[in-house]
C-alpha cells in the first residue's frame, strides 16, 4: 500500500511538473497570452493608419478639393488668378 501512495504520489508531482513548467504549460501559456495582447493592439493602431490612409486615397481619388489642397500646401502653386503671399517672421527674415 505504501509503494502505491509513493507511486501515485509520484506521478501527481511529474503532472504537476509537467502542468507548470512542460512544453505548453501554464508559464509557456501566459507567455503567448501577453504576446497575443501586444500583437492585438499592434493591429489595431495599424488598422486605424490603414482606415486614415484609404480615407485619404479615396478622398484624392475622387475630390478635385484635396488634390488642390494638398498642391497649395506642399508645392506653394496658386491659380492664375490669385496673388500669393507668404508672411515671415523676423527672425526669418534675416
Not at 512544453?23 to 497570452?33: P, S
Not at 484624392?60 to 488634390?67: I, N, R, S
Not at 488642390?68 to 526669418?92: C, G, Q, T
Request: aromatic residues 10%.
Amino acid at each position: 500500500m505504501r509503494v502505491l501512495i509513493i507511486i501515485l504520489g509520484g506521478l501527481l508531482l511529474l503532472f504537476q511538473y509537467s502542468f507548470w513548467f512542460g512544453k505548453n504549460g501554464y508559464r509557456d501559456n501566459q507567455a503567448v497570452q501577453q504576446e497575443i495582447e501586444q500583437r492585438t493592439a499592434e493591429n489595431t493602431q495599424l488598422s486605424q493608419r490603414n482606415q486614415l490612409i484609404m480615407a485619404e486615397i479615396k478622398d484624392l481619388k475622387e475630390g478635385v478639393v484635396a488634390v488642390e489642397e494638398r498642391a497649395r500646401s506642399e508645392h506653394d502653386m496658386v491659380k492664375s488668378n490669385e496673388v500669393f503671399y507668404r508672411l515671415m517672421k523676423a527672425d526669418e527674415y534675416q
